[in-house]
């Protein structure tokens, strides 16, 4: 820019506006939410009259700029889009129409995700209260260059957004196709291993399913962690998200998992995870497993859990869990009889750890690939920031 552009406060082009209306119990009424960290405005839900408790509410339009009185200092706030015109809110958001004429709604839109703008909002009042009030919106400051700059000035976000967004699918695109390599490979190692002889699981495998989930299990004076689908992911299990289930000691002693047990997840909506494993290598002590992981246990004199883990999770035993499960109202699902009738290769142990090796040393390359993908995605995540923050410098 030649010149500095004046900086504003949004007094001089935002007006303070509230329409409440009665609610009726037998209309239907969108209501919408405002997404933290300036991600914009949705759809909460569609909820008739009778649902709402306070009856008294706001109706929003188009274009508004909607600022959540509690949550703005962390993001809570946005341009109200097209598809939420008529929605509601509490009196617990601030709503303010723009003088167009003088302000573009996409420039403050994306004025709005800028870090100069959420630090107004953050020094704002004291630290130890977190609502603001709508003479705290009106103070922020904003440049305002005249029509036809904003107007330049958005298009020209639009079309680097734009560039960003086709390399995040690109990055996107990447990573599925890393994620399939193992998964090729891994074919392509057991196809080789044909000319074995296979077993069916209960023949080399104690295979047991685990608690099921009831009032009598709210943990009490003997609290054990126990683990379900979301800890099982596909070659790991996520220690996370800590959940306990009341087991005496002798339960205990029955349903324990033990470093190398293969944890099977029993049902999922999606054919393609249906039958994930995961490895147990002890990562959490004394624990249990829900009704919806099934336990198999390798006789390791026969088979070495890594080898059993890396078959099952392999095209070939995916191909026999896929199989085996049934559909009921869209869900697969597995039981304890149909993972015992699984038939896995069995070569020598020696022959396994071979796999086995093969199969790691591969893994490490596709890891390698991951985070070299993951530093990527941060670079990308930081582009937008800094294409806001030299739009409103005037360098774009």
């Known amino acids: 820019m030649t010149e500095p552009w004046p900086i ?4 001089k082009v935002v007006t303070p506006r509230k329409e409440f209306i009665q609610i009726d119990d037998l209309t239907e009424y969108k209501r919408c939410r405002v997404q933290l960290h300036a991600q914009g405005i949705v759809l909460r839900d569609t909820i008739l009259g009778a649902e709402i408790k306070t009856k008294k509410q706001q109706v929003c339009h188009s274009g508004e700029f909607l600022v959540a009185e509690i949550d703005a200092k962390v993001g809570g706030f946005g341009i109200v889009p097209d598809s939420l015109e008529g929605s509601i809110v509490s009196s617990h958001y601030f709503l303010f129409g723009l003088d167009e004429s003088s302000l573009d709604r996409r420039f403050l839109d994306y004025f709005i995700r800028t870090k100069s703008f959420q630090d107004q909002i953050s020094a704002q009042g004291s630290t130890n209260y977190a609502a603001i009030r709508p003479e705290d919106v009106l103070g922020y400051k904003i440049p305002l260059p005249s029509p036809d700059e904003q107007h330049r000035i958005v298009a020209r976000i639009e079309e680097l957004a734009a560039r960003i967004e086709e ?9 599925e196709e890393t994620e399939a390599l193992l998964f090729v490979h891994a074919a392509e190692v057991f196809d080789h291993s044909n000319g074995f002889t296979k077993f069916p699981i209960e023949s080399f495998c104690n295979v047991r399913g685990g608690i099921q989930k009831s ?6 004076a003997n609290p054990r962690r126990y683990i379900t689908v979301a800890h099982v992911q596909r070659n790991r299990i996520d220690t996370s ?3 306990y289930f009341e087991v005496s000691d002798e339960e205990l002693e029955r349903w324990r998992l033990l470093s190398g047990d293969v944890l099977v997840i029993e049902g999922n909506g999606s054919s393609d995870q249906i039958g994930r494993t995961a490895l147990f290598k002890g990562e959490i002590e004394d624990c249990v497993h829900q009704n919806h992981v099934i336990r198999i246990r390798p006789d390791q004199k026969c088979v070495l859990p890594e080898y059993l883990n890396a078959y099952l999770n392999s095209p070939p035993g995916q191909s026999q869990m896929r199989e085996r499960s049934r559909t009921t109202s869209g869900l697969f699902n597995l039981s304890v009889g149909r993972i015992k009738s699984i038939e896995v290769l069995l070569p020598s142990l020696e022959f396994q750890r071979r796999i086995v090796t093969n199969l790691e040393g591969f893994q490490a390359k596709i890891d390698a690939l991951k985070r070299h993908q993951a530093e990527t995605a941060a670079e990308l995540d930081a582009l937008m920031p800094s294409t806001l923050d030299r739009a409103f410098r005037g360098e774009l």
């Open 167 to 175: 390399a995040r699918e690109l990055r996107r695109r990447a990573v």
């Open 241 to 243: 998200d800590i959940r």
């Open 215 to 220: 009032s009598e299990r709210i943990p009490g």
């Open 8 to 11: 504003v406060p949004l007094r």
